[in-house]
């Protein structure tokens, strides 16, 4: 037994020893290699888990993003419709056109001095294959054929008459209104970005016509295509506009295509409406309030007269106190508005439009009134200071883009209503044309800031005068700015108190008899 014990020992010895070095080598690979794999399993597996958990996130964000605009968005857009005719309609349409390119080949071919406005029918055969009728203004069937054929239409009547001439040529009708400076900014900015982009400008007249929904501006800028397929320049496209474009405007793209400086003429000029656009808000802004507290204060004072103070008169003439004085006033002033407050009404309005009328019809009285307004203190400023930015802003451009120092001065004296200003201009030009020098006439004129002049002397007499009267309008642009916005701070509380002055007053007239009436009852 024992010997077999020790066998069986010595074995397990031999076993042992052997078992070491294998374990001891499996241990060994465990640290260097196993153990480095499994953390890289894992830490894949914990990486794998966080970007799925991510992007499932992500995921359920953006489905939760696409319903929220989808709701938000509203009506879903529909696919366009596809115009479908039948045969009969087709064949009638078809007699049409066959009827049209007979007349094309006759009268349909003349060309009339003056444009007339037409009415046509056409198929929209590289679109929905729909057809409508449309308006615009040319001198023949035939030019207006060609140009629609040109669009990608197919052509079926043609016509022209008296009512439709006078019905659509709104351009120079009696009802005609100018291009609004909004629109304007629009289109010269949206222009010159074509321009620069590289797109040839009868291609971005042809894209402004597209994104144009109002009608109006629509046929214009059709007509302007037209123009322009013709072989006309671009200025005078906008000329035979009737009134809608500016004379400057078109001066200006005028002297710009002379000199090949179209695309920089309309982003100047985009800035430069953009400028006076924001003058007038910020005149506007300053006016708005005074206005809107005045009309309330003559809505509360006249609200207390007619329907307040009537009710105290009556207790004081049931209780026989005598009322005198301003409460005197008041009683009879309440009396007559109560009975006459209709007609005084009727004659203040009859009166603002004679007024109105006669400040734009007779020069004499709009002459004077800009003269009246223009020396009262304050606000004598602001006009001035306003009409010299945009007369230094406007001649300044006029002499960058190379136009004539004559015709500068007319299209000054057009982009203003101020009579004062527009003497200056005439006079300007008087020297001129004696050779005299452009400062003579801004020379020791009330209306001329001596720091205005001070500064053309020294842009004429250096050569610089474009870059003297663009520093002069700067200068007088912010003088402007500041001038209002002290006005807006100073009118404020003048109004405020003006009103609490008004309503005390009325108030206290009210109150007084109160005081004979306690006695009374003492």
Partial sequence: MNENKKNNVFLEIVLALTYIPVYAVRGIKFVLYDMWVLLFNYLSWQLEKTVNGV??????????????????????????????????????????????????????????KTPNVYEFIVRNVKGNNQIFRGTMTGFSKLDINAFLVNEGYEVYDIKTSRILNFINADNNSIFAKKISTKDLIFFLTQLSTYLKAGITLNEGMKILTTQMKNKDRKRTYKSICYELSLGETFSNALAKQGNLFPALLINMIRAAEATGTLQETLEDMGNYYTEVNNTHKEMVSALTYPVIVLFFSIIVVTFIIIYVVPQFTKIYAQQDVSIQGLTLFLVNLSEF??????????????????????????????????????????????????????????????LRNNVYITDSMDILSKITNNEIYKAIMFKTI?????????????????????????????????????????????????????????????????????????????????????????????
């Fill in 55 to 112: 992007t499932k996130k992500e995921e359920n964000s953006r489905e939760e993003n696409e319903r929220m605009y989808q709701k938000t968005k509203g009506k879903i857009h529909k696919k366009e419709k596809i115009y479908n005719y039948s045969n009969a309609t087709l064949a009638k349409y078809e007699k049409m056109k066959v009827a049209l390119e007979n007349d094309l080949r006759t009268s349909g071919a003349t060309r009339s």
């Fill in 337 to 398: 508005l109560s009975n006459n407050l209709a007609l005084l009404i009727l004659l203040f309005a009859l009166a603002m439009f004679i007024l109105y009328v006669a400040y734009k019809k007779v020069k004499a009285f709009r002459t004077a009134v800009q003269e009246i307004s223009m020396k009262i203190p304050v606000f004598k400023n602001v006009i001035i200071y306003n009409e010299i930015s945009i007369f230094a802003k406007t001649f300044a451009s006029l």
């Fill in 430 to 522: 008087d020297n001129i044309v004696q050779g005299e020098k452009i400062s003579d006439a801004f020379k020791d004129h009330w209306a001329v800031p001596d720091v205005a002049y001070y500064m053309i002397v020294t842009g004429e007499s250096t050569g610089q005068l474009a870059d003297m009267m663009q520093k002069v309008s700067d200068y007088y642009q912010v003088m402007h700015k500041n001038i209002i916005n002290q006005l807006k701070s100073l009118i404020e509380p003048i109004m405020i108190v003006m009103l609490a002055v008004m309503v005390g007053a009325i108030l206290l007239a009210v109150i007084v008899p109160m005081f004979t009436l306690y006695n009374n009852i003492l």
